[in-house]
Every structure is written in structure tokens, then in C-alpha cells.
């Protein structure tokens, strides 16, 4: 089977189900709302949707913990409404790509229940280990979301067994054949199916470094220099392709954590077949512009770090890999109050809109991005539900945990979708699952339907823009500027090679210029570009208000403002 790479040309949106819309009312998403739902998630001009896990699961980490591989959980309808989600969704040329994690399970699953009792084949599915002689634990590994040890200590087996995440999420031994064979048969059976492809959950996990021995003492992530980008893992996900993915045209999406472009080529390689394991990584420099390396060790937002960030991965992968593009999804709190600003919402939302649209690689957008949602702030600890955060600073006094996880919590983006300033925000007839942010009354789907310069309508506006330019797709980066804490200048620009097939009337060079000022500035792009003789393609702003270069080319900049332009280039003089 040729893969034809036509995600390349896509933009995907990303649906997190439980909080997106609730179609049989019981308070929960599900798939039937989807299904309402599908010619709105058309109208945003995306290709394709990433489901955040569908299966069943005892729901400890929101489906993330999953006890059925090959079934629909019946709160999001089963796979009655799965079959008709995904026919509703082809027809529409909507593509479908699965959350895959096979990192761990539930412990609940049935592999799981057998493996403690050594039932074979089961008994070495998971990764025990018995107590040291000296009744220590079997290294110093630290769990993720549970703070302490990632060992659990087992009645039945009477042996520990490895966590790194919560406590209910026993890790898979992928070293073992039969555990991949497994996997296999999950890869199949969905893309039988009819599905497009999978983001796989935390994948650089999977091959832990033989004998599992000891780490530095890194507070949570002990352990991780041992078990991300481990031995085999390209022997691993080489032979998922070869056995079944290379078979389909689909597409997969490794989730990447610490990865650094250079890294990233081994797995996503476009020179080097042996070197393509993957298409494309989720890495999370782009979420470290106001944290260091997690959000719950926060700093001051840089737009500098962010710019370094998007240089990197947009100049290191040119020409030999394929980027994703995101500034929101399901693991992190909202990007307007990260990276933007409350008070300028909607502009800001733009701002940070074109910052990425207009870049090479795959983008997604995550559900209530496109209306900018903003993070939810309860009054009480105990609202809070994900087990992450639950477990985050738990020596520290309650405020300042509380305030903490304001900022950086990701339930704030796992509030339910904001669709009308009605009843429960329009997401569910009954009251939902968990708590709606209390600005929907004025950030809200039918609001911004009604106004032409939403934030809403104008992400369908930049999509599409983005859509019909293939410098977009096939230009190289460039950036001006990269020392301003304020500006984010960058170029698309195509070099002779990549001319074949774009015609003289398709733009060749775009420049695109982004304000992070809460003030207006002067602007003045250097460097031979005269901005009185582009055309603007997109103004974030109201158009008819836009300043104009005057003759040095200098003009006003307004609050975040974000521009987009056609440089004519020297192929027409
Ligand atoms: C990934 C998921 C996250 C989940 C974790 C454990 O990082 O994106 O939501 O909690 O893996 O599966």
C-alpha cells in the first residue's frame, strides 16, 4: 500500500469526548453528540479529528486507563455509535485518528487480572519485579502522577509491578512478543475499521533499558533518561509499521515527551526509510514557554522562548521531517491565558491563531481553542478531578496549591464545551459531568457565530487561507526579529525547487507578523521587504482600521495584532 502523506495538506481538530457535547443527557459527551456536531466541526475547514481515548475504561485517567482495547465505552454510545460516527465523518471527508496507548492499561484490564495470578500467557505482560533482598523497592523510579515510587506492591502476585503513571496504570513489558502481537491486533482491528490512523499515547515509553536500573533522583521523573527513547523502541514501532501500518494509508503521531528535533528524526526521518518509524511527534518545547519542562513548575511567559521554540522545530526539520503544529490540547491549561492575554481574549486568540497557522507542518486545534476558552478557576481544591493535578505539591499549604493549579491544571481545559449562554452552556440538558468555566455566558459557539469578528470565524478564516496556499505547505522558514519580546516576524518563502507546480498567480512568499503587545507600536519591517507593495491577505483585526505602511514603510501595530502578507518575489521583479 503506497501512503500517500495526506495529512500533509490537513488540519485536524482534536475532541477530548467526555466534555464536547452530551447527546443522550446524562451529563457525559458522547459520540452521538459528535455526530450533531460534525458539520460544525466542518464549517472550521479542518480534515480531520483526533478522538482522545473512546474505549472502556474505569475512567481513573479520563479513558487513559483502558481495560477494552477493541471497544467503545458505552457512556460515549459503543460501538454502535463509533460505526456511525466514523461513516458520518468519511462522508464529510472528515478523517478519523485514534488515541492508541499501549504504554500501559488499566489495571482492570483482563491481562492484567491474569497476569497477577501468573496465568499464562499473561503472567510476564507486565513488568514485576519481586521485593531486593534488603526489602528496598526495585529502583528509584518515581511515578508521574502518583509523586512517590512507580512501584505498587501486589497482594495477589505478591510481587511489585511497575506504574509510571497512576497507580491503576500498570505498564505493559513490550519486550515481550506476545504483548506486541497484541498491539498489532488492536492497530488492525481499528484500522479494518476504517480509521485513519492513531496518535500513539506516550510511545518513547515503551522500551524500558534492560535491567532497569537506577536514575537520577529527578523529582517525578526519576527514571525517565532510562525508559524514554529506551533500547529497542525503533526495533518496536519499526515492527508495528512493517506488520501493519505500512499496510493502510494512515497515519501515526507519536506523543514525545523531551524530545529535541534532532531526536525527532530518528524516528520521523523523510531521507532515511530506516530511520521513519513514525510521521510526525507531538514534542513539548512549544509548552515550556511559560514553565520549565511542566507546567507546574511555572515561570514567566517569554514570547523569546516560544519563538526559539517554533525556530527550532520549523528550521531543524525542513526538508527531512514533518512537523505537528499545536498550542492547546488535552494536557495542558488553555494557551490565551498562558501565552495571551485575558484582557485582550479575543485578540490575543488571533495573535496566537496566525503564530502557528501559518507555519510548515500538521496543525490541530483542540476543542474550544477555536472560541478561546480561557482556564477555569474553582474556589475549592476539591472540584478539581484530574488525577495529575491531585496529586501535584501535596506537602503545600492549600492556597497556594489552589492557586497553583489556577495556572497550571489541565482540567482547565477539560470543562465542557461552551455552546450557548443557556442552560449548562448548552453541552448537556442534565447537569454535566464536571464544572462548566463561568464565562460561557459571554464565551460561547452561538455568540461568536453571530459575530463576524470572532475568534471563531476567524480561525475558519486563517484555516482556509492556510488551506489555499502552498508556500504554506512547501516553504521555507524564516524569522526577523528573533531577539523581540514583543514580535513575532516569520517568512514563508519557496526556493526553486519547490516551484514546480505553483503557478504565477499563487503567492510564493507570505510574510506573517504577530504583535504580543498589549500596547500599539510602531512597526517597520527592515531588510528590503517593502510592505507597500504587498498585499495584505489577512488582518486579525478590523481590516478597515488597519494602519497603512506609510513611505519609510513604519505603520501602528494594534493590541496583538496579527497580519498576514503577500511579498511579491524576485520572480516577477
Ligand atoms: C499522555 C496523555 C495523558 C495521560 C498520560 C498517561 O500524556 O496525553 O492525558 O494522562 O499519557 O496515559
Request: glycine share 6%; aromatic share 14%; charged share 30%.
Amino acid at each position: 500500500m503506497t501512503q500517500t502523506q495526506w495529512y500533509k495538506d490537513g488540519v485536524f481538530y482534536q475532541i477530548w469526548p467526555r466534555s464536547f457535547k452530551d447527546g443522550n443527557s446524562d451529563g457525559m459527551g458522547d459520540l452521538w453528540g459528535v455526530i450533531d456536531k460534525l458539520d460544525y466541526i466542518k464549517s472550521l475547514n479542518v480534515d480531520g479529528i483526533w478522538f482522545s481515548p473512546l474505549y472502556t475504561s474505569p475512567g481513573v485517567d479520563c479513558g487513559y486507563d483502558i481495560s477494552d482495547y477493541m471497544s467503545i465505552a458505552p457512556e460515549f454510545g459503543g460501538m454502535e455509535a463509533f460505526r456511525r460516527l466514523l461513516s458520518e465523518a468519511h462522508v464529510r471527508n472528515l478523517r478519523v485518528i485514534m488515541d492508541l496507548v499501549v504504554n500501559h492499561t488499566s489495571d482492570e484490564h483482563e491481562w492484567f487480572q491474569k497476569s497477577r495470578q501468573r496465568i499464562d500467557p499473561y503472567t510476564d505482560y507486565y513488568i514485576w519485579r519481586p521485593k531486593k533482598p534488603n526489602g528496598k523497592l526495585p529502583n528509584n523510579w518515581s511515578s508521574m502522577f502518583e509523586g512517590d515510587s512507580a512501584w505498587q506492591w501486589d497482594e495477589v502476585r505478591g510481587e511489585y509491578y511497575l506504574h509510571l503513571f497512576a497507580i491503576k496504570q500498570p505498564d505493559l513489558n513490550m519486550d515481550n512478543p506476545l504483548v506486541r502481537e497484541e498491539v498489532k491486533k488492536i492497530l488492525k482491528f481499528w484500522l479494518d475499521l476504517g480509521v485513519d490512523g492513531f496518535r500513539e499515547d506516550v510511545i518513547t515509553f515503551i522500551s524500558k533499558k534492560e535491567g532497569l536500573p537506577d536514575d537520577l533522583p529527578i523529582p517525578g521523573f526519576s527514571g525517565i533518561l532510562k525508559y524514554n527513547h529506551g533500547p529497542h523502541i525503533h526495533e518496536y514501532l519499526q515492527e508495528f509499521r512493517r506488520d501493519v501500518l505500512s499496510h493502510y494509508d494512515c497515519m501515526t503521531l507519536a506523543e514525545a515527551p523531551l524530545v529535541t528535533p534532532k531526536r525527532a528524526l530518528t524516528y520521523i526521518s523523510e531521507t532515511d526509510p530506516a530511520q521513519h518509524d513514525i510521521d510526525m511527534m507531538i514534542q513539548f518545547q512549544c509548552m515550556c514557554a511559560d514553565c520549565l519542562f511542566s507546567d507546574y513548575v511555572p515561570m514567566k511567559f517569554s514570547l523569546r522562548r516560544l519563538k526559539y521554540a517554533f525556530r527550532e522545530w520549523q528550521t531543524k526539520l525542513y526538508g527531512k521531517g514533518w512537523n505537528m503544529l499545536y498550542l492547546e490540547n488535552h494536557d495542558h491549561p488553555r494557551v490565551i491565558s498562558r501565552y495571551g492575554s485575558e484582557k485582550f481574549r479575543t485578540a490575543s486568540g488571533k495573535a496566537l491563531a496566525v503564530s502557528y497557522l501559518f507555519q510548515q507542518g500538521t496543525p490541530f486545534i483542540y476543542q474550544g481553542q477555536e472560541i478561546g476558552m480561557t482556564n477555569w478557576r474553582p474556589e475549592r481544591i476539591d472540584r478539581y478531578e484530574d488525577v495529575q493535578t491531585l496529586n501535584q505539591h501535596l506537602k503545600d499549604p492549600e492556597e497556594k496549591r489552589l492557586k497553583l493549579y489556577h495556572r497550571a491544571s489541565r482540567d482547565s481545559a477539560r470543562t465542557p464545551m461552551q455552546w450557548t449562554g443557556g442552560l449548562h452552556a448548552g453541552f448537556s440538558e442534565h447537569e454535566p459531568w464536571f464544572y462548566v468555566n463561568e464565562n460561557y455566558k459571554t464565551v460561547n459557539v452561538e455568540a461568536e457565530e453571530k459575530d463576524p469578528d470572532s475568534l471563531l470565524n476567524f480561525y475558519r478564516k486563517a484555516v482556509a487561507l492556510r488551506k489555499s496556499l502552498k508556500v504554506v505547505r512547501y516553504g521555507k522558514y524564516k524569522e526577523y526579529g528573533k531577539l523581540s519580546g514583543k514580535l513575532y516576524v516569520y517568512e514563508r518563502v519557496l526556493g526553486e525547487s519547490e516551484r514546480a507546480g505553483v503557478t504565477d498567480e499563487e503567492p510564493s512568499r507570505i510574510l506573517v507578523i504577530c504583535s504580543f503587545s498589549e500596547k500599539s507600536m510602531r512597526f517597520r519591517m527592515r531588510r528590503g521587504i517593502d510592505l507597500r507593495k504587498a498585499e495584505l491577505l489577512l488582518c486579525s483585526l478590523d481590516a478597515k482600521e488597519a494602519s497603512v505602511p506609510d513611505k519609510t514603510g513604519a505603520f501602528i501595530l494594534r493590541p496583538y495584532e496579527a497580519r498576514v502578507y503577500r511579498i511579491s518575489d524576485n520572480r516577477k521583479g
